[in-house]
């Protein structure tokens, strides 16, 4: 009764974009009761993890593997409270399949516990302390995280989360929260390991922006682990949009309202309070929309440009010191199935010598389509391969259209050495700068994949959901746990509860 009065009284929520956090945070806040708006400026909802569509071909935008659909997992209690059927997939078996330099055979990350722990150490003899401790920190964390803290705790009621989650299992983790991976290998004898360290460093760039040298180990431990059994990587049926229509579905069913090309402009605040949001739809038209909360599904650098509030002058400044996030290069090729070898894993991750490559970059991550899932007509496949990018180097007065020429060039010449991309055999090409991501999401300069997780930005160091105007939520990839389409649930999920229960 207490709830449904606080629902009554906190009737309308406005969302600030609908990538999946947003669509998530929306789509639980209806079923609990609230009146919620999201708008978008977008064509398509999915932010980060929508589609586009070209001569038959549909190309995941960003994301291309999703986390946290296997029962318990967190899309699986989402669409669990919204009583809606969760996208048909099946897992990515190996998760990822990596190319070290100068090396033909992979190192494929499977998800079996037991063949991935065969797996790394014929890969990387000795190494297996440091895996183990990696494996007691995952599952503790997983435990923890699993009890819904909120982090970092910004009142009472957020601090009386955090502690109802803690048990004895989790202080195994205190020792090792201000230490990075590198810290890890070097505890566990292992900081002359190369090999062992470029492999970290690749995947962890692709999980957390940053290498062994700045990735706070008990974030490294989850992202390391999530891909192996019981958890797990999955690829969806159809595309990536499928997760996003479920959510909208379930939006929709509750009463919720999706407004696609609908751009917010600013937002409102009164007395260190969030009011409201001024709207702006495809015609130009532009009006102010009031709420009683705000949810800014958006990066914190497009929070502190969309709210005016001297409230916020500190966490201005924090942001501002924040290193420069990544950008991304994607080029989407159309194919003939040719090109693709056999028994080609859904997901695969090349790095080249430094010398061998002409622009900023030397790795890149390839999600490939499976005949039969929806991407591609038969006989033929989508090719995906993005890598990370400064954005500053495509927003400098330079020859735009030469230099994306020259990485889609040097991307298709190195994808040439594993997949057979003759002329004949491509069928479409297209590429995606942060110009380009800025364009279609909005996000400041196009960066993308969240903030880092450096042990400064990571947990109880990260950004709050709870912002310093009261009413304002922050929830997506800038916050507790970090990027992907997992965590940004989790933080929906966080904001949820909050405007609910504190």
Known sequence: MAIAQKAQRKSRVIVVGAGIGGLTAGALLAKRGYQVTIFDQAIVPGGCASTFKRRGFTFDVGATQVAGLEPGGIHHRIFTELEIEPPEASYCDPACAVFLPGETEPINVWRNADRWRQERQKQFPGSEPFWQLLNRLFEASWRFQGRDPVLPPRNVWDLWQLVS????????????????????????????NQRLKTFLDLQLKLYSQVGTEETALLYAATALAVSQTPQGLFHLQGSMQTLSDRLVAGLEKYGGKLLMRHNVKQIHTESRKATGVTVQNKTGETWTESADEIVANVTAQDLVRLTNDPTLKNYQRRVEKLPQPSGAFVIYLGVKREAIPQNCPPHLQFLYNQDEVIGENNSLFVSVSKPGDGRAPDGQATL???SFTNTDLWWQDRDYEQIKQQYTDEAIARLNSYFNLSPENIIYTEAATPRTFAKYTARDKGIVGGLGQRIKTFGPFGFANRTPIEHLWLVGDSTHPGEGTAGVSYSALTVTRQIEGG
Do not use: N
């Not at 989650?165 to 002359?192: C, E, H, N, W, Y």
């Open 384 to 386: 995906i391969a993005s």
């Open 165 to 192: 989650a803690v048990r004895p299992d989790t202080l195994i983790t205190v020792p090792f929260a201000l230490m990075t991976v590198a810290d890890a290998l070097k505890l566990s004898g292992l900081s002359d």
